[in-house]
């Protein structure tokens, strides 16, 4: 029997859209505090706009993950439990009531949504009052800075280590999901920061054409991730998972993934490549990040998606 060819679908939109938003949140704040080690003067703006992406991203996600749980509950008995005990699940860590399953991707996934969400949260609060002279928060930042890119970028490659863990056909080969899931989150989450300060109007075009620039070489990381991904799918030897490889690359699946990846890989990447940006326009920088974004999207929903087919 192929393996996972009997499991049901039941990835919705909801999960789509959390695991797009996420990647962006991971992707804008590891950029952020890149920036502000870097030289926080020279990339004032883009560690600025870098950490109110990632808290803006990160907000919705966790109303995402109880919409697709049902019930408010489901998501907090993740993170708590209301009578503690060591029998409950393998390994697990407990402390009072809190309760992380280090077996459970749900449970590791929430916690590291957590986390994230207060580091996102108390880098864009810091930023906020320092811009507006209330005090500076150097070595305070630079803590938070630093933690949350560690769950940033688990933040980012975590849905692609968790969808192969699902023993679909397409994905229980791949090695290059959560690798290529962390490439997509790079990509967009730089992509709407170049967004928002191109909207905004900021005129630092260093800080602007270096995101941009990020952003070209994220996309190249993409594409061979892409690759890796076909390949080791295909190497699989069983009929079962090269036929669900099928259905992506040149079946069911195929025109939405092959839209996106133009759309949102091969245009832009184009576009950087061929010079259009070299005096960094706000314009044409706002329409690659929208292509950039709408095509991560793309790709993370078709790739999902052709994972959930059952195959006949």
């Known amino acids: 029997m192929e393996p996972g060819l009997l499991k049901s679908a039941d990835w919705p939109l909801v999960i789509d859209l959390y695991f797009f938003l996420g990647g962006i949140a991971g992707g804008a704040f590891v950029l952020a505090t890149v920036a502000a080690f870097v030289d926080e003067r020279r990339f004032r703006d883009l560690m600025r706009v870098g950490y109110y992406v990632a808290f803006l991203a990160a907000l919705p996600a966790p109303i995402l993950l109880i919409v697709d749980l049902g019930l408010p509950s489901r998501f907090l008995h993740m993170l708590v439990v209301s009578k503690p005990n060591t029998d409950i699940g393998m390994n697990a860590i407990t402390v009072g009531p809190l309760h992380l399953k280090l077996l459970s991707p749900m449970?590791?996934?929430?916690?590291?949504?957590?986390?994230?969400?207060?580091?996102?949260?108390?880098?864009?609060?810091?930023?906020?009052?320092?811009?507006?002279?209330?005090?500076?928060?150097?070595?305070?930042?630079?803590?938070?800075?630093?933690?949350g890119s560690i769950f940033g970028f688990f933040l980012a490659a975590y849905p692609g280590v968790l969808l192969g863990a699902t023993a679909r056909p397409l994905f229980i080969s791949s090695h290059w999901l959560g690798a290529l899931f962390l490439a997509?989150?790079?990509?967009?989450?730089?992509?709407?920061?170049?967004?928002?300060?191109?909207?905004?109007?900021?005129?630092?075009?260093?800080?602007?054409?270096?995101?941009?620039?990020?952003?070209?070489?994220?996309?190249?990381?993409?594409?061979?991730?892409?690759?890796?991904?076909?390949?080791?799918?295909?190497?699989?030897?069983?009929?079962?998972?090269?036929?669900?490889?099928?259905?992506?690359?040149?079946?069911?699946?195929?025109v939405l993934f092959w839209?996106?990846?133009?759309?949102?890989?091969?245009?832009?990447?184009?576009?950087?490549?061929?010079?259009?940006?070299?005096?960094?326009?706000?314009?044409?920088?706002?329409?690659?990040?929208?292509?950039?974004?709408?095509?991560?999207?793309?790709?993370?929903?078709?790739?999902?998606a052709a994972g959930q087919r059952v195959l006949s």
């Open 259 to 304: 839209l996106a990846v133009v759309i949102g890989l091969v245009i832009p990447l184009g576009m950087v490549l061929g010079g259009v940006l070299r005096n960094a326009n706000p314009g044409l920088a706002a329409l690659i990040s929208i292509l950039v974004l709408v095509g991560g999207f793309g790709v993370k929903y078709v790739l999902i």
């Open 184 to 254: 997509v989150g790079a990509a967009t989450g730089a992509a709407a920061i170049a967004l928002l300060m191109s909207i905004l109007g900021r005129q630092n075009r260093e800080a602007l054409a270096r995101l941009m620039n990020f952003t070209a070489f994220a996309l190249v990381v993409e594409a061979a991730l892409l690759v890796l991904f076909a390949i080791s799918v295909w190497m699989s030897g069983s009929a079962g998972i090269r036929a669900a490889l099928g259905q992506l690359l040149a079946g069911t699946d195929s």
């Open 107 to 147: 449970s590791v996934g929430a916690w590291g949504l957590l986390i994230f969400g207060i580091c996102a949260f108390l880098a864009a609060l810091m930023v906020y009052l320092e811009d507006r002279g209330k005090r500076r928060f150097g070595i305070s930042r630079a803590i938070v800075g630093i933690v």
